[in-house]
């Protein structure tokens, strides 16, 4: 083949999507095909001349080798474990033919058992490989609708070769079947040599999600061990019960056979009739039913059905060992093992990073070969000693287990996609001063050492902190020298409050000669507030009086402060309190304002009057500090002065007064909310009550009837949302939760509703925090939350009315990306309706901006979430990958399959909507 001719094949293999469903599932045909006629062709022979007595030998020799390979050479070849084995495998396979085409017939023993341990090692190798290489080309929202039909493709080779083995072998014999098989593999190779461009983009893409910046733990060959893992946990639990009853029940089906076949042509042709009405059953179900059950019901629930059908019948052999139910065992056990256990593996499989799931798959592997050994030592003791009724009934025993093991899947499933999900958005940053805790005692000195003499003093204020957790005497010796060399005033605060906490005694000298020596007026204030907030005896009340005549107004506010606070003398804290009352006398404003401040800070109610007083000053500093004050003090006199402070002559002075009564409105609901879970039901009511009858009628009412919610969680979080919300919120939270005429709580988000259709976005509303208040969980129980749900759908459906008539006027450029935003945001509310917003918010962001697997994971975690209904109205509108039609007809087409009716009404509403956003032009009249 020609350079050029390969590079059109190449191009055309990586361009095609649509081709590679069927490159593939023409491999996977071919493949099966070659490895079952070999290992039938082999079997047949070694059954008719050593019998099935020998079976225990080959598993355990063939589980042994497994194992070896697995730890000796697929550890090796992470990230090629796909495509490049199964290359690999392929000339082996191929030369395992040829030379049992040689060979046979043969009755030696070894030989046989040497040509049938090489043929089920070319089926186990080639299969797991096929396996990762699977995963490389699809998402998990690919796997799910193309696996069936390969997986089909796949049956469709075990009945060519059941068919080969029946009506060929007469003709041909087993050596031109073998070289026929052959022939067969090397056809296959020339697939694979096409797709080997595909598997490379595939897997280069996957890498890119996998291990760069967005993930580092991703960089580590594996985060936890298959234990560990929920998902790959019970994987490794279902493959361990598999093997061990698969092997058991072939060893009983080739007892059974031997015992009813006499000659070895008639066992071949029989086996070659099984194996194709097993694979016609499969390929029925692959291609007509089983794409619909994966994408209708939940896998576990799905993987569980067959183990329980198996468990009645096993235990039915137990009493009746006929052939007949015998051979319907095992019938359903390929049933189960093609149709249902590999496909369903596959797209779990998919969910798993490719880094890890590269380990996860070979530990699966070492698990289904353990378990093939151990089922092999125990045939080998067991078998002259247990009837074989007695093993039907081991069977079912176990096949009961595997169906709970199946069963609990979906919850693993779930939580590895909102794990996987998660993870690529975790920040891993980490405060570097903190993160010196976890060094060794002296790098830790070490290094706060040179962090104490940073240019940046924010870092050295951080450093001050982390030394204060450092033993007493050496937190001392680092910072007493600091008190004679820092420049910058918080720096230097932040050290006087250490070493007061920590050494009063040593470090008063110190401090005193700061207090007198510096020229920092602002610094001389912080030292004297936090001595007396320290209280300190050491540094006590003489330190500080000197100061009580400080022309400065800070100083002398900040020594008032500390005197009240730490003298003890009735003489000490009459002057301080006279000196107080001079200042809200003076005549120089700072003074007032000072005066002020300080009696906020102290808090005392007997300050109300005179604050009273210094509020009506005409200066906004003077009336904006009695106005803190008196929020501060917060009993109803200062609650009242506070409020009559709306109506002040300075209009900056009103509007501070109105914050602080919101504020003030916020605190009292926090308090109250601290209080709510000591109290009964009937306490709540009362309170509920008198809240209504009180003053501040708009947050309070709104708290009164928050209070009457049944609902713990829901009511502390409305509470706490209340507590941070403006006017505009609260106005919004009264028209979303209001009292009925029988003093229930009726809860609405139709407003919010109307507010989304008015949403232009980008980005999300402020009040989504409330939408998720009172619609979280909706999605996990639509049936509780019918309503809700509804509205859900609705945000959605006006989407697409939307889009197609953006379609119909053929809007785009800066219009088309403008209503974009909008539906990225109006999609992003949905994650409101969620009782855990932030996996299918990110979920969401992942479907608009990341790459084929992890938008096929997010898909995934959407449908899961919103149920499938929902979700194939959600993926269309967000997901980058998902080929919108452009033609009209095909776009209304699209939306009537997923359930939007299109009609004029609804589109002419969606216009409007969209003239009003300035993303399309007026109606004309």
């Excluded at 929902?870 to 009537?896: E, H």
């Amino acid at each position: 083949m020609s350079q050029a001719t390969a590079s059109v094949i190449n191009a055309n293999a990586i361009a095609s999507k649509e081709n590679l469903p069927h490159l593939v599932a023409g491999f996977f045909m071919l493949l099966k095909a070659s490895n079952n006629l070999l290992y039938l062709s082999v079997l047949t022979t070694f059954l008719a001349n050593i019998g099935a007595s020998s079976m225990p030998w080959v598993y355990l020799l063939v589980n042994l080798v497994f194992i070896v390979f697995q730890f000796q050479f697929m550890s090796r070849i992470v990230g090629y474990e796909g495509h490049w084995l199964l290359s690999l495998a392929n000339w082996p396979a191929a030369a395992l033919s040829f030379a049992a085409a040689f060979v046979f017939p043969v009755t030696s023993a070894p030989l046989l058992l040497g040509f049938l341990v090489l043929a089920m090692l070319v089926d186990l190798v080639s299969t797991q490989a096929f396996t990762a290489m699977l995963n490389h080309f699809f998402s998990v929202a690919e796997s799910r609708r193309f696996t069936p039909v390969i997986y089909a493709s796949g049956s469709f080779g075990f009945i060519l070769s059941g068919l080969l083995l029946k009506f060929v072998l007469d003709f041909v014999g087993i050596r031109g079947l073998l070289v026929g098989n052959g022939i067969i593999i090397l056809l296959s190779a020339i697939i694979l040599w096409l797709l080997k461009p595909v598997e490379q983009a595939r897997l280069a893409e996957n890498d890119e999600v996998d291990l760069p910046g967005e993930s580092p733990e991703t960089n580590a060959p594996m985060s936890e061990t298959s234990l560990q893992h929920p998902l790959a946990r019970l994987l490794n639990m279902s493959s361990f019960l598999i093997l061990f009853n698969k092997y058991l029940v072939d060893f009983l089906f080739a007892a059974a056979l031997t015992s009813y076949f006499a000659s070895g042509n008639d066992l071949a042709a029989f086996m070659g009739v099984f194996g194709a009405s097993a694979d016609f059953a499969v390929i029925g179900l692959q291609t007509f039913v089983m794409h619909r059950v994966f994408a209708a019901f939940s896998i576990g629930k799905i993987l569980a059905t067959m183990p329980l059908l198996l468990t009645i019948l096993c235990t039915a052999a137990s009493f009746n060992m006929k052939f007949a139910v015998v051979a319907s065992v095992q019938f359903l056990v390929l049933l189960n093992s093609k149709n249902f256990t590999v496909p369903a593996t596959t797209i779990l499989m998919g969910v798993i990073p490719q880094k890890q799931r590269v380990y996860y798959r070979r530990d699966m592997s070492i698990v289904c070969s353990v378990s093939s050994t151990l089922v092999g030592i125990f045939l080998l003791l067991v078998r002259n000693s247990i009837a074989y009724e007695v093993l039907f009934l081991i069977a079912a025993g176990v096949y009961l287990v595997m169906a709970l093991v199946h069963y609990l899947i979906d919850r693993a499933y779930l939580a590895t996609l909102r794990r996987a999900i998660d993870n690529r958005q975790i920040d891993f940053g980490e405060d570097q001063i903190s993160s010196l805790r976890f060094l060794q005692y002296s790098d830790r000195l070490q290094q706060l050492q040179q962090l104490l003499t940073d240019e940046n003093p924010r870092i050295r204020s951080q450093a001050v902190e982390e030394v204060s957790v450092l033993p007493t005497a050496t937190a001392t010796q680092l910072l007493l020298p600091l008190l004679e060399h820092e420049t910058d005033s918080r720096c230097l605060t932040a050290i006087t409050r250490n070493l007061l906490q920590m050494s009063p005694e040593a470090s008063a000298q110190h401090i005193q000669r700061v207090l007198n020596n510096t020229e920092d007026q602002r610094l001389r204030a912080d030292i004297l507030e936090t001595i007396g907030k320290v209280r300190a005896p050491a540094v006590g009340e003489e330190t500080v009086l000197p100061f009580l005549d400080s022309p400065h107004h800070r100083v002398r506010a900040s020594a008032i402060i500390s005197t009240i606070r730490l003298a003890r003398q009735p003489a000490v804290l009459q002057r301080a309190l006279s000196i107080l009352a001079q200042m809200a006398h003076d005549t120089h404003d700072l003074m007032r304002a000072s005066a002020a401040a300080v009696m906020g800070e102290l808090g005392l109610p007997l300050f109300v009057p005179a604050l009273s007083a210094l509020s009506s000053a005409k200066e906004t500093v003077v009336a904006g500090n009695a106005a803190s004050a008196l929020a501060r003090i917060q009993t109803p006199a200062a609650v009242v002065a506070l409020e009559n402070m709306l109506f002040h002559d300075n209009s900056e002075v009103a509007g501070k007064v109105e914050e602080l009564l919101a504020a003030s409105t916020r605190d009292s609901i926090s308090r109250i909310s601290r209080l709510l879970p000591g109290i009964t039901a009937e306490e709540r009511q009362k309170l509920s009550t008198r809240l209504r009858s009180g003053r501040h009628q708009d947050s309070h009412e709104l708290l009164a009837t928050i209070l009457c919610l049944d609902n713990l969680d829901q009511r502390r979080n409305l509470i706490s949302l209340l507590e941070k919300s403006d006017r505009e919120m609260v106005r919004l939270m009264q028209a979303c939760i209001t009292m009925n005429a029988a003093d229930q709580v009726d809860l609405t988000i139709d407003p919010l509703m109307i507010l989304a259709g008015q949403f232009a976005g980008p980005g999300l509303p402020e009040w989504s925090p409330l939408l998720g208040l009172l619609a979280g969980g909706t999605l996990e129980e639509p049936e509780k939350h019918a309503g809700f749900m509804l509205s859900a759908a609705w945000l959605v459906t006006i989407l697409w009315y939307e889009r197609i008539v953006i379609a119909q006027l053929q809007v785009s450029g800066n219009a088309m990306e403008k209503w974009r935003g909008r539906a990225w945001s109006l999609v992003s509310l949905l994650a409101c309706f969620s009782a855990e917003p932030a996996p299918m918010s990110r979920s969401i962001n992942e479907l608009k901006n990341g790459k084929a697997y992890a938008r096929g994971m997010a898909a995934e975690y959407v449908e899961a979430k919103a149920g499938r209904n929902l979700a194939q109205l959600i993926v269309p509108l967000v997901d980058s990958g998902f080929a919108m039609p452009a033609d009209l007809g095909a776009l209304k087409k699209l939306a009537a399959e997923r359930g939007v009716p299109v009609d004029d009404e609804h589109l002419l509403a969606a216009r409007s909507r969209l003239v009003r956003f300035e993303i399309c032009e007026e109606i004309p009249v």
